[in-house]
T-cell receptor
Framework: GAVVSQHPSRVICKSGTSVKIECRSL??????MFWYRQFPKQSLMLMAT?????????EQGVEKDKFLINHASLTLSTLTVTSAHPEDSSFYIC?????????????FGPGTRLTVL | GENVEQHPSTLSVQEGDSAVIKCTYS??????FPWYKQELGKGPQLIID?????GEKKDQRIAVTLNKTAKHFSLHITETQPEDSAVYFC????????????FGTGTRLTVIP
């Protein structure tokens, strides 16, 4: 149980285009999902927290107009990188919090590697 | 906010030996401390966690200890195997409404056959 998937696993795009990344909780409903960014050999940096049916909460320094997050259902959250630039190239990872157990568990997806040319 | 420090950044051990990774945290109100294993090109996988109402938790070859007074917790892997090679992250949960996780900087563990 507690499986989270991401799609696509890898994407290459041209500078100026937009890219959408999907995060799905496969066997549970997640009221809260998280989006992280990870640069090579670095730790995970929280970008935003999304709650189903409400606006995402962005961390300081993360541009909400550039990183659009939509949590349309209890099993799906999307991250859209708008007008991508090479500096947006990174490993993007989502996580989801299951409703059972504690209020702070998170299960992570496999990640999406974005390369902007 | 919470600040989590992790040491060492790299660790090499011989197969069969034990590995210990240590983390400290700053927020005394934090009460949830998970450990994640991340293999190259993959997302982090939860391997063990501990809450502040216990001092130690064990799951086969993996154990975690917590010292709330000193605000530090450690991951212990015994009888290491080559497949244990990965990057390990500790984390601590803050006590704001979202209960966000704050991650350490990671430890790259290499188990030498």
């Amino acid at each position: 149980g507690a499986v989270v998937s991401q799609h696509p696993s890898r994407v290459i795009c041209k500078s100026g285009t937009s890219v959408k990344i999907e995060c799905r909780s496969l066997d549970f409903q997640a009221t809260t999902m998280f989006w992280y960014r990870q640069f090579p050999k670095q730790s995970l940096m929280l970008m935003a927290t999304s709650n189903e049916g409400s606006k995402a909460t962005y961390e300081q320094g993360v541009e909400k107009d550039k990183f659009l997050i939509n949590h349309a259902s209890l099993t799906l959250s999307t991250l859209t990188v708008t007008s991508a630039h090479p500096e947006d190239s990174s490993f993007y990872i989502c996580s989801a919090r299951p409703p059972r157990g504690g209020h702070d568990e998170q299960f992570f997806g496999p990640g999406t590697r974005l390369t902007v040319l | 906010g919470e600040n989590v420090e992790q040491h060492p950044s790299t660790l090499s051990v011989q197969e069969g030996d034990s590995a210990v990774i240590k983390c400290t945290y700053s927020d005394s109100a934090s009460n949830y401390f998970p450990w994640y294993k991340q293999e190259l090109g993959k997302g982090p996988q939860l391997i063990i966690d501990i809450r502040s109402n216990v001092g130690e938790k064990k799951d086969q070859r993996i154990a975690v200890t917590l010292n709330k007074t000193a605000k530090h917790f450690s991951l212990h892997i015994t009888e290491t195997q080559p497949e244990d090679s990965a990057v390990y992250f500790c984390a601590a949960s803050d006590q704001t409404g979202a209960n966000n996780l704050f991650f350490g900087t990671g430890t790259r563990l290499t188990v030498i056959p």
